[in-house]
């Protein structure tokens, strides 16, 4: 692994390759159980940086060394890489086979699941996104300017059904899907350039993956090891052996819907409701009843081990269990029924942690915290492009956001919803942001951004308004409009949205209010909230949280509009189409009617700014000036916004786990206390729940 300084974003990147040593096995063996005493490594922190060597020796678990005896699988050096990925976290104590895990999802086919499975990434985060490692790829180097980069891969990779892995599994997905204009599947962000034009890929051989872009790439590996691939990511390979034969070009008899969403292509590709399609994950699909339940059971092929030599997962088998139900979930939780809790996957909040802390000798879980690495907690945004110009050009006046922000009283947000945990925050992208932890620079600029427009001062909120002639101008105690004509400011949030959203809403009404506005709350069906949105249709979204990190380019959609659904969808929707021919027309006519909807910034305005600064960033190599050009956007939003309004900054995410659950990292393990919220740093894959291991694996079987 190497940190994004040496390594990312220098020139002469080849020197820094990563090199794991080959793996001297020559078999596996069953594994020798560990004592039941905890080790000293469970209090270790952070991961290491540097690839690990392979150990000499390796073992298996003892379902997988019977089936090799009874001939049914190779021997474990046939299934595994000659040089397999080496866990590095460490927090791992010597682990033991066994036992199954039970764990709630909403939906048998929730994506949730392939959170816990980061074994389709290339690369993989590290230490709270601070570094980047090694994933499928062993290795990787790029050009001077990050324009060519070159990808080497584990040699001896294979799928679950013990099919080779090779390049061809990625230019299926590249040529037979993303270039297919019958497929849906598009470039992703890491296949295009600093200037928007997707790559062009090859497959030297079955090792080795050359991507070439017109021009620096230089966010291409932060951008591997984002998310999870085949699963909330970008796919990045499939089976080419397995579903070569349901498509056309393989395949002439196949029918023409194959890659629709009820083509037999995309069912058998599912790998979250399919039994039986192959996979690069710890744990393979074996067993699906809709609505009830889902069953993973180990990969014998699975390419990683930990220092031991032990081949994971340790756990045989996951058993994913379908509840909607949030209040029901509790209570199983509470029963026994569960064995591993992700809070923010289950609908936890600080709020619940009292009940599970009275019923833990019932239920046997244990109650913990990881940062969620949230800028905002529960947030507020008002729509940059909303259709009603009156509401528009106030929307767009900086002291009319700033003189909200400041009448708004967040302790008491901080006290009653978030148990007087995290910071008052003005809104911020993720505070555990590579850019701050860069240094004293990067944590001035982030308390700049977070102390901004912080602090309760209704006198000030008012003299504001004040000025904006924002006023009452009828006697009738409510401020009116410039003109004099109503002013009504309208919360609008999906009906859905959970507690913590909707009491920091009514915390809004009611300080918004006591300044003299008039505030409307209007929940919104959900099925039509991001369609309205994305019109121009609603005034503003408050059910949202800001959490975006590890890197502000990696995901910039809040620091600069570049789609329709942050805080100015229309201009959003414009950045998307730069570049096509669909740019230029319909130019006379309205940006509300032009189809989709989309408008040009202002120019010289701020988002007119913040795209020229975020041009720059995509094509600049040298990673100490792209922070500089991060912290003139954050600079933008200091003196011109807020452009989204936060409440809380960091606050706690909820985890359980069973007493007897092993190797479950808790915060004081983790580099930066954890990095929960954000879908780009994939949680807990990251993690690698497949080091987590049952102390007595007999006890828990179902």
Known sequence: MLDRRTFLYGAGLTAGAVTLGACSSGGGEQAAEPKASKSAASSGKGSERKPLSPPKKLTEAPMLADQVKAGKLPELAKRIPSSPYVVPHRWLEPAKYGGNLNILVPETNDLQILEYMYGHSLLRFLNDALDIGPGLVESFESNADASEWTLHFRKGLRWSDGHPWTTADIMFWWEDMVLNTEHTEVPPDEARSGKGTVMKMTAPDDNTLVLTYDAPAPLTPIRLAGYVNRGNGSTWMEPKHYLKQYHPRYNKSVSKNWASADGEFEKKRNQVQTPGCPVMTGWVLKSYKEGRTAVWERNPYYWVVDREGRQLPNVDQITFRANKDVEVGKLQIQQGKVDYVHGPFTGLTLGDVSGFKQTEKRSGMDT???????????????????????????????????????????????????????????????????????????????????????????????ALLDELGVKDTNGDGKREMPDGSPLAIRLDFPADAGDEHQQKNNMLKRDWEAVGLTVKLNPVAPEGYGDQWANGRLASQCAWEVSNGPDHFAQVAWLVPVESSRWAPLEGQMFNMRGTAAEKEQLDVDPFKRTPPRMAPEKGGPIDRLWKLYDQAKLEPDEIKRRQLAFQMVKIHIDEGPFFMGTIANTPAVMLAHKDLRNVPRKENLTQGGFVNPWQHPTPAVYDPETYFWQNPDKHTT
């Open 368 to 462: 913990f915290f990881w940062d969620s690495g949230t800028g905002t907690g529960s947030m507020f945004f008002f729509n940059y492009d909303y259709e009603d110009p009156k509401m528009r050009a106030l929307i767009r006046k900086p002291k009319f956001r700033q003189a909200l922000s400041h009448a708004f009283r967040r302790e008491d947000a901080r006290k009653q919803i978030y148990f007087n945990t995290g910071e008052l925050s003005t809104g911020t992208m993720s505070p555990k942001a590579g850019e701050y932890q860069s240094g004293a620079e990067g944590q001035k600029i982030y308390k700049q951004w977070r102390d901004s427009y912080v602090k309760y001062d209704p006198a000030k909120a008012k």
